[in-house]
């Protein structure tokens, strides 16, 4: 068995074009969803909206690249961790505020902004700590990734859907009303689809290897969950904002992780596989506790912890 580092998944070169394609389609049926208000709204939780923006695209990657030091995975997957952490809030995250009884506006909204400022902050954040830290300086230099390439990626896979869905909403408010619903379900089961191929078509691989990850991602998740709640806590953010802010903290687009990595760095065994763990991962860990906290009424859990703090 080679060692991870010089491992390589396959994608073939059609499909991973369909591939970008549907991503593109995906974030189209999410703009068609935003609004310029959704940017307004969350003005009105200003508290909540810039540490979960904060959380996701300063404080995440940094402890991303402590968590590194401490567990000195190799090279390949520390790199995938980074890429990971430097990913925009997933739509999932949406969907899990909801259904935990969260702040569902605050949630929208974050991740408007998250996505709209990883077109510049995803590149950064990846160059920035890849060439920092000792683990993945060298596997940097080797791959030779120039910052501008993966930009422009971002650019098209991201901004670009993002632009024309809101302008769509913006011109045509009954389409985008109409559109929406079945334009984010169909292209999240055809995504879905693609990337259950995109295992299938190296999962020997996948199985041989996984074993190097499955810790590593339940670690770096749950971190990331528990920091968003613990700090949305310290700031006495209200519980319905706190269970938003974990999510949009704990829940990555490890969609375009994936794409990236096949696109970027030729399918590189360490950075492909512990994003794709991610991407399981984190919707087993998310459902978890948004069926947890469904069940919990965020005014009583509030009033409970007001009653122990004064106690």
Request: glycine share 8%; charged share 10%; proline share 5%.
């Amino acid at each position: 068995m080679l060692p991870i580092d010089q491992v390589q998944l396959h994608f073939n070169p059609a499909a991973l074009a369909a591939l970008n394609a549907i991503l593109g389609l995906v974030m189209f049926g999410i703009a068609l969803d935003l609004k310029v208000a959704d940017f307004r709204l969350a003005l009105k939780s200003p508290k909540g909206l810039v540490l979960a923006t904060v959380g996701h695209h300063l404080i995440f990657p940094a402890m991303t690249y402590v968590l590194i030091w401490i567990i000195n995975p190799m090279p390949s997957i520390a790199l995938g961790m980074i890429l990971v952490s430097s990913c925009p809030a997933g739509h999932l995250s949406n969907f899990l505020t909801h259904l935990s009884r969260g702040n569902a506006a605050l949630s929208v909204s974050a991740s408007a902004v998250s996505t709209a400022l990883a077109i510049v902050m995803t590149p950064l954040n990846f160059n920035f700590w890849g060439n920092l830290h000792p683990v993945t300086h060298d596997l940097m230099r080797t791959i030779s990734l120039d910052p501008w390439v993966m930009l422009k990626d971002i650019v098209i896979l991201l901004g670009l859907p993002l632009v024309l869905g809101m302008w769509v909403s913006h011109q045509f408010p009954k389409f985008a009303a109409r559109a929406e619903k079945p334009m984010k379900r169909f292209s999240m089961v055809v995504f879905s689809l693609f990337v259950v191929g995109a295992l299938a078509a190296n999962f020997r691989q996948f199985m041989e290897y996984i074993q190097f990850v499955v810790v590593v991602v339940f670690i770096h998740n749950g971190l990331a969950l528990v920091t968003g709640f613990s700090l949305s806590t310290l700031l006495g953010l209200s519980e319905r904002d706190r269970r938003a802010v974990t999510f949009e903290m704990g829940i990555q687009n490890s969609g375009l992780g994936l794409i990236l990595i096949f696109n970027l760095f030729n399918g590189l065994g360490g950075m492909a596989i512990i994003t794709a763990w991610w991407g399981i991962w984190h919707i087993v860990s998310g459902l978890a506790l948004a069926t947890f906290w469904s069940k919990r009424d965020p005014a009583a859990s509030r009033a409970a912890a007001s009653s122990s703090i004064a106690k």
